[in-house]
């Protein structure tokens, strides 16, 4: 009769027996990347707990204000309860607010901490829009570009007190038409360059604000980018802090975050008005194509007779091509 030896567990063997015991075995998982884009100084630093996972500990710890995890495995399939309480909190019951949701498997989604706790605090949205507390969800988030070397960006209306706006890249076109707080725009490719980004009101009469965007080395990747922050600042409630004012974020899939720097006018751009005041009826409305910008899209559109642009940045020091247009032009090829 042979003794059979068994060798005595390891230190090692045991904490993984360990870990494999306390981890969760779920059937199905979702990805989902949570960012904190709440501008509200009462939300600068918060706790996420998911109900699946534990009630008592933090699936996120002291998230703070335009910060991001990368994507963590979620279960999919059945409800799961998302709670958001202060940085300090003890356990999902000081929650501020908790938000269901069924994910599904295999999905890719992104959780965007947005609004402000209470409303009547904070100036109201121009459109209407419920500002208050909220996790926007984004299905079908990208971990990377569908067409590289492309770079692709999705964006996110999250700025509580600004209008519908529009996006446009100078020298590309419009890329974001009529947003609205809330929406999240599908991804759109781009090739990877640096790129001046105007946001303008929805009609593109007035530049909101202008920002520098290198994506020159982001060959491939996907990203989000956020209005981030108040329009106004000075107008919201400063109980809890200074709120912040407006801005670009980006986001990355791995949980980077960074704001677009603010675009400066170089010496090699100028300022221009332009004025209308061409009595002929049959050129009552025109538009403005400069060739250097974009032959297809207008850089002034439907300027009506006595009325002006006000003043805004071209490139200087080369000869630029101006083309005036009817004002139901399809193109620069369309011109008077």
Same mark, same amino acid.
């Given at each position: 009769?042979?003794?059979?030896?068994?060798?005595?567990?390891?230190?090692?063997?045991?904490?993984?027996?360990?870990?494999?015991?306390?981890?969760?075995?779920?059937?199905?998982?979702?990805?989902?990347?949570?960012?904190?884009?709440?501008?509200?100084?009462?939300?600068?630093?918060?706790?996420? !707990?998911? +109900?699946?996972?534990?009630?008592?500990?933090?699936?996120?710890?002291?998230?703070?204000?335009?910060?991001?995890?990368?994507?963590?495995?979620?279960?999919?399939?059945?409800?799961?309860?998302?709670?958001?309480?202060?940085? +300090?909190?003890? =356990?999902?019951?000081?929650?501020?607010?908790?938000?269901?949701?069924?994910?599904?498997? %295999?999905?890719? !989604?992104?959780?965007?901490?947005?609004?402000?706790?209470?409303?009547?605090?904070?100036?109201?949205?121009?459109?209407?829009?419920?500002?208050?507390?909220?996790?926007?969800?984004?299905?079908?988030?990208?971990?990377?570009? =569908?067409?590289?070397?492309?770079?692709?960006?999705?964006?996110?209306?999250?700025?509580?007190?600004?209008?519908?706006?529009?996006?446009?890249?100078?020298?590309?076109?419009?890329?974001?038409?009529?947003?609205?707080?809330? +929406?999240?725009?599908?991804?759109?490719?781009?090739?990877?360059?640096?790129?001046?980004?105007?946001?303008?009101?929805?009609?593109?009469?007035?530049?909101?604000?202008?920002?520098?965007?290198?994506?020159?080395?982001?060959?491939?990747?996907?990203?989000?980018?956020?209005? =981030?922050?108040?329009? =106004?600042?000075?107008?919201?409630?400063?109980?809890?802090?200074?709120?912040?004012?407006?801005?670009?974020?980006?986001?990355?899939?791995?949980?980077?975050?960074?704001?677009?720097?603010?675009?400066?006018?170089?010496?090699?751009?100028?300022?221009?008005?332009?004025?209308?005041?061409?009595?002929?009826?049959?050129?009552?409305?025109?538009?403005?194509?400069?060739?250097?910008?974009?032959?297809?899209?207008?850089?002034?559109?439907?300027?009506?007779?006595?009325?002006?642009?006000?003043?805004?940045?071209?490139?200087?020091?080369?000869?630029?091509?101006?083309?005036?247009?009817? %004002? +139901?032009?399809?193109?620069?090829?369309?011109?008077?």
């Amino acid at each position: 009769m042979s003794t059979r030896y068994t060798r005595p567990p390891t230190l090692f063997s045991l904490l993984a027996l360990l870990l494999l015991a306390a981890a969760p075995a779920w059937a199905q998982t979702a990805n989902v990347q949570v960012i904190h884009n709440a501008a509200d100084p009462g939300a600068a630093v918060v706790d996420i !707990y998911i +109900d699946a996972v534990s009630s008592d500990d933090p699936a996120i710890e002291d998230l703070a204000f335009r910060d991001a995890t990368g994507y963590l495995e979620l279960p999919a399939g059945s409800e799961i309860v998302v709670t958001v309480a202060p940085g +300090d909190s003890e =356990s999902d019951a000081d929650g501020l607010a908790s938000f269901p949701f069924t994910l599904d498997d %295999g999905v890719n !989604y992104q959780l965007i901490a947005n609004g402000v706790l209470d409303p009547t605090q904070f100036e109201a949205n121009p459109n209407g829009e419920d500002i208050g507390f909220t996790l926007f969800a984004n299905e079908g988030s990208r971990l990377q570009s =569908s067409a590289p070397p492309s770079v692709e960006f999705n964006v996110v209306h999250g700025s509580t007190d600004a209008p519908t706006v529009d996006v446009a890249a100078r020298g590309v076109g419009t890329l974001v038409d009529d947003a609205t707080y809330g +929406d999240i725009t599908g991804y759109i490719g781009v090739p990877a360059a640096e790129y001046v980004l105007d946001v303008t009101t929805a009609d593109g009469s007035t530049v909101v604000a202008s920002f520098e965007a290198d994506l020159s080395a982001a060959a491939g990747a996907a990203i989000t980018i956020l209005a =981030s922050g108040f329009l =106004s600042p000075e107008n919201e409630d400063d109980t809890n802090g200074e709120p912040a004012g407006f801005g670009l974020l980006v986001v990355r899939p791995g949980g980077q975050t960074a704001l677009l720097p603010p675009f400066v006018m170089s010496d090699e751009t100028a300022r221009a008005q332009i004025i209308h005041n061409a009595a002929d009826p049959g050129a009552a409305v025109v538009d403005i194509y400069i060739e250097e910008i974009s032959t297809d899209d207008p850089a002034v559109e439907d300027l009506a007779f006595r009325t002006a642009t006000e003043f805004i940045d071209l490139p200087a020091e080369q000869e630029l091509t101006i083309t005036v247009a009817p %004002g +139901d032009s399809e193109s620069a090829a369309d011109g008077l």
